[in-house]
């Protein structure tokens, strides 16, 4: 079956960065973009970029721009995200989750979330 | 950026009863429009992706509808698992956006 793990619990400080993986299995990585959401605590979901497993390529969104890097290893079929430049209202869950090249199988399956804590 | 405001933010609802959230985007999304719920501490699960296509294994008294601009998910009859949060999601234009939620709660 289609599972996706995330790697455990982060706490960094203020300006320093953090990687958080996602671990596939049960489908083929390359056929399905990787996306990464956040929620901060109490709040909704945002949407914080793509990457294609297959190419390498990535799609961020503006707000990350500069400060988020996406990356895969697909002899693991696992995906990357790294958020650097920390801030308190970085304090966030961060889901993987997959989605379709095209159409509207978007987001069908979900990591657990790796919650990131940024604290002086 | 095309934003997404759903309503109501809130809701006190009874067992039995029938619930409509709505999902308005600023502009045209198509039908790329997906509703998802989230219980407390656990991950979102999509319900409907498509605008109205109910994910497989998802109860038939959630349903979704909706064109262009204006979305709607509903409960025909609320049972007390989808006490919840609810979000909707266009994926017709980036960034993707998210609506902000909408709670509802046992009256």
């Known amino acids: 079956q289609v599972q996706l793990v995330q790697s455990g619990a982060e706490v960094k400080k203020p300006g320093a960065s953090v990687r958080v993986s996602c671990k596939t299995s049960?489908?083929?990585?390359?056929?399905?973009?990787m996306h990464w959401v956040r929620q901060a605590p109490g709040q909704g979901l945002e949407w914080m970029g793509w990457?294609?497993?297959?190419?390498?390529?990535?799609n961020y969104a503006q707000k990350f721009q500069g400060r988020v890097t996406m990356t895969r290893d697909t002899s693991i079929a696992t995906a990357y995200m790294e958020l650097s430049s920390l801030r308190s209202d970085d304090t966030a869950l961060y889901y993987c989750?997959?989605?379709?090249?095209?159409?509207?199988?978007?987001?069908?399956?979900w990591g657990q979330g790796n919650l990131v804590t940024v604290s002086s | 950026d095309i934003q997404m405001t759903q309503s109501p933010s809130a809701m006190s609802a009874s067992v039995g009863d029938r619930v409509t959230i709505t999902c308005r985007a600023s502009?045209?999304?198509?039908?790329?429009l997906a509703w998802f719920q989230q219980k407390p501490g656990k991950v979102p699960k999509r319900l409907i992706y498509?605008?109205?296509s109910l994910q497989s294994g998802v109860p038939s008294r959630f349903s979704g509808s909706g064109s262009g601009t204006e979305f709607s998910l509903t409960i025909s009859s609320l049972q007390p698992e989808d006490f919840a949060t609810y979000y909707c999601?266009?994926?017709?234009?980036?960034?993707?956006?998210f609506g902000q939620g909408t709670k509802v709660e046992i009256k």
């Open positions: 990457i294609n497993p297959n190419s390498g390529a990535t």
């Open positions: 049960g489908y083929t990585f390359t056929g399905y973009y």
């Open positions: 989750a997959r989605a379709y090249v095209t159409g509207t199988l978007v987001f069908d399956y």
């Open positions: 498509g605008t109205s």
């Open positions: 502009q045209g999304i198509s039908n790329y």
């Open positions: 999601l266009q994926h017709n234009t980036y960034p993707w956006t």
